[in-house]
Nanobody, 122 residues
Framework: QVQLVESGGGLVQPGGSLRLSCAASGFSLEHYAIAWFRQDPGKEREGVSWIGVRDNTFYPDSVRGRFTISRDNAKKTAYLHMNNLKPEDTAVYYC????????????????WGQGTQVTVSS
């Protein structure tokens, strides 16, 4: 069964950090580009990071310098390290897999995870 399962979300104070995990099963993660997206109710879905099969990465301005995407193909898991979190980072975070490394803007997900809630609040 093909699955992406996110974990690691939770409640964190402004300025804090979280690490999200995206565990893949049923397919070879190493052959897919991975992206993290987020969506808050009433807002459009936003891509927040991307990593290609060659470990090249991309971040939008909103998170660059604060978020880091990585992957461990042996563990079939991708990660999103989030530092200096802000209240506006509050959203449900999703990971997704694209069989072609075409970048974040052109990303076409073949698989999606179910999402994990991140809440940044004091």
């Amino acid at each position: 069964q093909v699955q992406l399962v996110e974990s690691g979300g939770g409640l964190v104070q402004p300025g804090g950090s979280l690490r999200l995990s995206c565990a893949a099963s049923g397919f070879s993660l190493e052959h897919y580009a991975i992206a993290w997206f987020r969506q808050d109710p009433g807002k459009e879905r936003e891509g927040v990071s991307w990593i290609g099969v060659r470990d090249n990465t991309f971040y939008p301005d909103s998170v660059r310098g604060r978020f880091t995407i990585s992957r461990d193909n042996a563990k079939k898991t991708a990660y999103l390290h989030m530092n200096n979190l802000k209240p506006e980072d509050t959203a449900v975070y999703y990971c997704a897999a694209d069989p072609i490394s075409r970048g974040l803007e052109m990303f076409q997900a073949e698989f999606w995870g179910q999402g994990t809630q991140v809440t940044v609040s004091s």
